[in-house]
């Protein structure tokens, strides 16, 4: 018997700031605790791991040839997730252990590209693989200082339960082609990711799931003065000039009718748990499906290059 009704975990957890070993553990943790709660999914935060540059806003961070932003930037990437190394496979194996998905924030150094860094978001399958890799497409200000421009090659959706699910990270979700590009290739479950802080789901996230019909999951991440560590890098400096709270968190839920499910939560570490019906976003699509009925392919069409980016291509 199949059954429309999907349980989602939504983490809104603080990292173990710049500490990917540190905070790689502690999401094992709470992929464990989301499987015993019955989740079919769980999501994480953007750049959850190792963490957010929170510093470059507070640190002169586009002073050229800065040493402070030169060591600053050495530690991040040298803490950044290697894929290829099998970085996440104690993920993978979490997921396997919880028969769930889990979707995540990271930042990516990628082994063929230098010592850059991508804000990426994970999807790793029930079966503990590693089914897609999307990069940010544009960093958002100061986040450009630190991170490359992600492409096209992670703009994909995936069947999670009975619904058909894909996601962006922070600005990305403001950006009306990517969304269009997720719901033609027929999402009706959105999960955007994000560093945290209220102000950036409140108004979005409904926003999206009236836009698409779709429920529309905002998952934050945390962040605290009281979490940076004492072995990173200036964190007596860091402390200093970091708010109490840098990102308090807004994680919520909006159903197709852009009512909320979840109001935004704020300043607590928590599981939201929720189950999502499918059957609602039916009802919501009788009278506007945005990639269907309502589509006008004829005069309106999108194309998305789906080739990952690379520097070098061999031809032998």
């Known amino acids: 018997m199949t059954t429309s009704v999907l349980t989602v975990g939504l983490a809104q957890i603080a990292p173990i700031w710049l500490d990917r070993a540190a905070t790689l553990a502690k999401m094992v943790d709470w992929v464990a605790r989301a499987g015993r709660e019955g989740c079919q999914l769980v999501a994480f935060g953007e750049a959850l791991l190792p963490g957010y540059p929170f510093w470059v806003e507070l640190t002169d961070g586009a002073r050229f040839e800065s040493a402070l932003q030169k060591r600053f930037y050495a530690h991040y990437a040298e803490q950044a997730v290697r894929i ?77 339960g009975p619904f058909r699910a894909g996601g962006l990270n922070c600005w990305e979700n403001w950006m009306p082609l990517p969304r269009a590009a997720l719901q033609a290739q027929g999402e009706d479950l959105h999960v955007a990711l994000w560093p945290g802080n209220v102000r950036n789901t409140v108004d979005l996230t409904r926003h999206i799931a009236r836009e698409g019909r779709s429920y529309s999951l905002a998952v934050s991440g945390l962040m605290r003065r009281s979490d940076v560590p004492d072995h990173i890098p200036e964190a007596a400096l860091l402390r200093g000039v970091l708010p109490e709270t840098a990102a308090n968190g807004g994680t919520c839920i909006a159903g197709p009718d852009g009512q909320w499910v979840v109001e935004p939560v704020a300043d607590v570490e928590t599981l939201i748990v929720a189950q999502l019906d499918l059957a609602r976003v039916r009802e919501e699509r009788q009278n506007f499906d945005p990639s269907g009925h309502y589509a006008l392919p004829d005069v309106l069409r999108l194309e998305i290059d789906r080739r990952r980016q690379q520097v070098l291509i061999e031809r032998d």
Not at 108 to 123: D, I, K, L
């Open 84 to 160: 290829e190394r099998g970085d996440l496979a104690p993920l993978g194996a979490a997921a396997r252990a919880a028969n769930c998905w889990v979707l995540l924030g990271v930042m990516e150094q990628p082994a063929a590209r230098g010592h850059s860094v991508y804000c990426s978001m994970v999807w790793i399958d029930p079966q503990g693989e590693v089914r897609n890799v999307h990069r940010k497409l544009m960093p958002t200000f100061e986040e450009r200082l630190v991170w490359a421009t992600g492409d096209g090659a992670g703009l994909r959706t995936f069947d999670v």
